[in-house]
């Protein structure tokens, strides 16, 4: 879990996909105050025209859901690496750097711009 903890400690930043995603289910309120305070202190990414163009090319050459093409065309026009353990659904995009945080070995570097 380091590498998940080298990641969190950064300032997060995620697709505004993400915090829809994140918030969308009904929780305990111990559980959704942590997770309001996580997007709170996140930069979030909003669709841009930019993002939308990319969504558009990402669906048409592959077979994905649309949430996840817009994740992944924020990452990719931001040049965000994607931390995600869900690899097998972004895999085939061209471009898209991908790192699960729960993977033994995953390189992280400081340098790096991380999607969560």
């Known amino acids: 879990m380091k590498t998940v ?9 995620i697709s505004v996909i993400s915090q829809i995603e994140v918030l969308r289910f009904n929780d305990t309120p111990e559980n959704e105050n942590v ?20 969504t558009i ?16 065309a924020t990452a990719l026009s931001e040049n965000f ?16 750097e991908l790192l699960n945080p729960w993977d033994n070995s995953p390189l992280i570097h400081e340098k790096l711009k991380y999607l969560i």
């Open 5 to 13: 903890s080298l990641i969190v400690d950064q300032t997060p930043h």
């Open 57 to 72: 090319e990402i669906c048409k050459q592959s077979k994905i859901k649309l949430p996840d093409a817009i994740i992944a």
């Open 81 to 96: 690496v994607l931390v995600t353990r869900n690899i097998d659904d972004f895999e085939l995009i061209a471009g898209l």
């Open 35 to 54: 997770l309001i305070g996580f997007i709170n202190s996140s930069v979030i990414y909003s669709l841009t025209p930019g993002i939308v163009r990319r």
